[in-house]
């Protein structure tokens, strides 16, 4: 049961193109946009700053932060995926916000930036596809300069539901898809746990459900492009998959269409002490 975000690079150009669209479809949702645009409301973001996005997939993220009138700085991107970021480079290019922002290849557990390097580093649905989550998190510490502010947003997919009428089938189907899709999919629930040796100090945190009901756009996106994974593990027959695919289109056309899964946002500031991880004391 492999993330195809996490295992991404092993994957053919295909599979890129489902996963780039995906991420491009979803920035367009105006209940998944919005919630992006609340955190950053309050970030306070200056004109000069210099931020940072881990694992920024096609740059959908940074292109929005990049059109806001009030920021004239720098956005960095890093991602794993070289198609990913071929993607952000040339889509920043088309939307003209190529001078405000830059994409490269890199590894998110082990940022080649400096210390301290950032006013604001910002990991937006990343941390429940990474392979070490600890280890993101302290260099995102690491990265950022002391008072910076980290911002952290991601779902909570063990709350992941579609509505189906064979219950016992839609159950399994939604831990399939939370399992398959992401390998932390309970991360947001240990953050308060693990942040404060980061040197990481909580400033605010929140959550909102993401709920579309009788209709479905970010939730039909996600069934499509993450059911043949499920498939692919071996959870389910390809005929139990499809089955339970068909009864979200026909929910979906009949106006009778559930699902719902809960995000959570941590805004932080860096404080004088820096969580250093074990292999980083040999």
């Known amino acids: 049961m492999a993330d195809p975000h996490r295992f991404v690079n092993e994957l053919d150009e295909e599979a890129h193109q489902r996963l780039i669209g995906r991420l491009e479809s979803r920035a367009q949702v105006p ?13 306070d973001i200056k004109s000069s700053d210099k931020i940072l996005e881990v ?51 890199g590894d998110v557990h082990n940022l080649i930036f400096d210390s301290g390097e950032f006013d604001i580093v910002i990991a937006h649905t990343v941390i429940s ?53 992401f390998n932390n999919p309970k991360i947001m629930r240990d953050l308060p746990r693990l942040l404060p040796e980061m040197g990481l100090e909580l400033t605010n945190a929140w959550g909102d459900a993401v709920v579309e009901i009788g209709d479905g756009s970010y939730f039909r996106t996600f ?25 979200q289109y026909r929910a979906m056309e009949n106006g009778t269409f559930f699902a719902a899964c809960n995000y959570y946002t941590y805004l932080l500031r860096r404080t004088a002490v820096v969580y250093q991880t074990p292999m980083a004391d040999k």
Not at 31 to 37: A, M, Q, R, V, Y
Not at 80 to 102: L, V, W
Not at 225 to 246: C, H, M, N
């Open 129 to 181: 596809h990474v392979t070490d989550p600890v280890e993101v998190l302290a260099e995102m510490a690491r990265v950022v300069r002391p008072g910076g502010m980290v911002a952290i947003f991601d779902g909570d997919y063990a709350s992941l539901t579609y509505a189906c009428p064979d219950h016992s089938l839609g159950q399994k189907m939604d831990n399939a898809l939370a399992s398959t899709t």
């Open 31 to 43: 209940i998944f946009s919005e919630l992006f645009d609340k955190y950053v409301d309050q970030i």
């Open 223 to 247: 069934a499509e492009t993450y059911a043949p994974y499920v498939k692919r593990a071996g959870l389910f027959s390809e005929q139990a998959v499809d089955i339970w695919l068909g009864e």
């Open 55 to 105: 694992g920024c997939g096609t740059g959908v993220i940074l292109r929005s932060l990049s059109r806001r009138p009030e920021f004239t700085g720098t956005a960095f991107g890093v991602d794993q995926c070289p198609s990913f970021i071929s993607a952000a480079n040339k889509f920043a290019q088309d939307e003209g916000t190529d001078g405000r922002t830059s994409f490269q290849v």
